[in-house]
């Protein structure tokens, strides 16, 4: 079984556009099995796998002439953890360049050294797509809307990790081993980090602070770390695809917070990993956080999955009037608040009323006519 028809169907509409194809995400989120089912069937397919220290070295060194003794003259290149190659934005704009009928797949399991590399010498030669752990809409794709929101109290608490997901008697140690290790591969790797119990601390302290304001001296404080240190840490979790950050939305008063930040999980099951938490929801009281979590990481996977032009917030005074997630899309502006309980009511704050009166504003609960249509273009 393989969920990602959307992300394939986008890349195959961009197949023969001479442009280098380049898809980013976490770890063991399918990249590689996505580039096997987009060239299954195809002829003259070329592998390359850069965790394998052999190719790092064959694309060690660049030049056109250096290329033509390991690339064939047509067909399809796949160099999958393009990461961990040197450079690899130069080289990959060489292929480009000087094969033209190669067609050239590419997969990153972190932006931080790849991106950052890629973007100045394939100015206008890549299109980019990011791979996250399945979604709600690709479940409920596979299986119909109704059972998807049948194993809702599951996805609050194990995710939607695909090895999780297709192995769910070994869930808990699939995320185990995750956190353990694989996640944080690139991270150590590319800043010489011997050891991840930093990095495992302040994650720690994230999961506990998820959908609240965070302060980089107050992490600092909780794991031993200096304030710069925790916030590199937090960009490169941010660019492996772990976490990411919210902004404050602000516009029209002077009390709305403009510099503070929140941070959610991509994955609510790497989380609860992380704190080692996988009672069920009645034994929990961290419900809230779980299910806020859930939908902004399910809503963030939709507005990537179709490509949609959709700029995510949250909102907050200094008085704390807060609304927990704010989107912004031409000259609309929509306001949610996320409740697990559907006996706590919900009303927009009267200060945002006023500041933003065109703005809508909804209240998500786990009535499934009112998250299905948040997290998915399915109805009920």
Known sequence: MFIKRIIESQIKASWDDRRAILIYGARRTGKTTLLKQLTDGL?????????????????????????????????????????????????????????????????????????NKINEPLTGRKWEFLLFPFSFEEMAGFHGAFTEHTYLPQRLIYGYYPEVVLNPDRKIDILRELTESYLFKDILIWNRIRKSDKIIRLLQAL?????????????????????ETVEHYIDLLEQAFVLFRLTPYGRNLRNELKRSRKIYFYDNGIRNALINNFNPL????DTGALWENFLI???????????????????????????????????????YEFKFNTRKKAKIPPAFARAYPDASFSVISPAPEQYIPFVSQYTT
């Open 43 to 115: 002829e003259n397919v070329h592998w390359f796998n850069a965790d394998n220290v052999e190719v790092q070295n064959l694309f060690a060194r660049a030049s056109e002439s250096r290329f033509r003794l390991f690339l064939p003259g047509q067909g399809t290149v796949v160099i999958d953890e393009a990461q961990n190659i040197p450079d690899v934005g130069l080289k990959l704009k060489i292929i480009i360049d000087q094969f033209p009928n190669i067609r050239l797949l590419v997969s990153g399991s972190s932006s931080f050294d790849l991106s």
């Open 207 to 227: 999961a506990f602070q998820v959908g609240q304001l965070v302060s980089y001296n107050e992490l600092a404080q909780i794991t031993g770390l200096h304030h």
């Open 282 to 285: 009645e034994l929990r009281n």
């Open 297 to 335: 990481s399910e809503r963030i996977k939709l507005i990537h999955n179709h490509r949609q032009q959709v700029n995510p917030y949250f909102w907050r005074t200094k008085q704390g009037s807060e609304i927990d997630y704010i989107e912004t899309s031409g000259d609309r502006l929509r306001a």
